[in-house]
């Protein structure tokens, strides 16, 4: 397959990779650079658990080839916060117990930052919104909801 010098930033530091042309940023993501907090549900935009931010926009990253990525920036969970600092939003979904099991959260983390970056004080049906490409089986979405407003101070 032909491949292309892919340069991009991811988490805040650039990368270069040699990569085929019809590679997905999901495919790139966890199997070249390692980043497995961004999931592998439908793999053809159904769910959103491959939801990571391009240029502070929510994108499933599942449909992005990565001639598409070419000099733009990406976030990912791993760029959200780790173990030893969580984002605020990541502490409310412990708080409020918005986690069951975890399949679908990096994905809402990252729609859910991607809303509070621009609307820090969102109402229930911005959230409600927001969310509305990020399938959960587990929870039935009220404490996610919860969660993204606690976040926000909303509550
Ligand atoms: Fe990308 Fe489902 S894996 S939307
Ligand atoms: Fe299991 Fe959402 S917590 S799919």
Redesign the pocket.
Known sequence: MKTFELSFSVNEKVRKLSVPYGKTL?EILRYDLGLTGT?????????????VMIDDEPV????VLAPQVEGRTVITVEGLGDEKALHPIQEAFLREGAVQCGFCTPGILMAAKALLDKKPRPRELDVRKAIS?NLCRCTGYAKIVKAILSASGTD
Do not use: F, I, V
């Open positions: 999901l999931k592998e549900g439908c793999g053809k935009g159904d769910c959103g658990a491959c939801t499933n990253s599942c449909l490409g």
